[in-house]
């Protein structure tokens, strides 16, 4: 085995590992220090509780060292295709450790964090990321795709706000909707016409015919999974921030003329 195939190996299951020691010990005991309300959450909710703190390290993790190899990394940007993937392989492995570890509990645990379109999206991004890990193949885009994790931390929040009991017209509720709503839009919809225009610009080019066709299988079809997904979801929390919105304005033009009658 190459020195670098092993490291990533030794990274993959260290984030394994490591995810693992976070949902069972690491996210319990930091929890009942810093939220005296995890106490007296039910098993269900410190189940889902812990899943996504584990969710959020990852997400923090994993986006700062991608958006580093994004600024940075001149022979990812040169050769998307072929370019040296070393960091990018390192990022990929953190990210399959933790992909791995979230599965096995999200199905251990179907009846309190099981979601189908989870095991998709995360069966599908294993998939893809198989080539990378062992043939180092397309650095730029798996990169790319490693981006909609900044969303993720927003997303988790919305679910702890909730747990906590913060109404979903308070301040911390409306602040953080809004930037779940803007920050998924920016890292998961917006980008797509960036992500497939530079797909394009590869189509046909003889580092394109150099993939094999498995990879450029999994490259396209694990794409537009994940983008069909991404709009699903996009589409459930636009409809739910309006919502909120409205809600939140209906509330205070109530308690304006509330106040007038009272004057």
Known sequence: MEPLSLVVLLVSVGSFLSSQWLFHRG????????????LTLNHTQRTEWN????STVHALVVGLLCLYILLFDEAVKKDPVWGDPTLVKLNVGITTGYLISDLLLMLYFWDFIGEKYFVIHHLAALYAYYYVLNQGLLPYFANFRLLSEFSTPFVN????????????LSKQSLVNGVAMAFSFFLVR???????????????????????PLGARSAWLLCSLCLDVMNVMWMRRILRGCLKVLRSSRCQKATMKMGSRKMD
């Open 189 to 211: 919809i917006a980008v797509i016409p960036v992500y497939y225009s530079h797909m394009y610009s590869v189509y046909g080019t003889e580092a394109f015919y150099r993939l």
């Open 51 to 54: 899943s996504r703190a584990v």
């Open 157 to 168: 929040q919305r679910w702890f706000l909730q747990v906590l009991g913060y109404h979903k």
């Open 27 to 38: 996210s319990p005991w930091l929890s009942e220090r810093l939220t005296p309300a995890f």
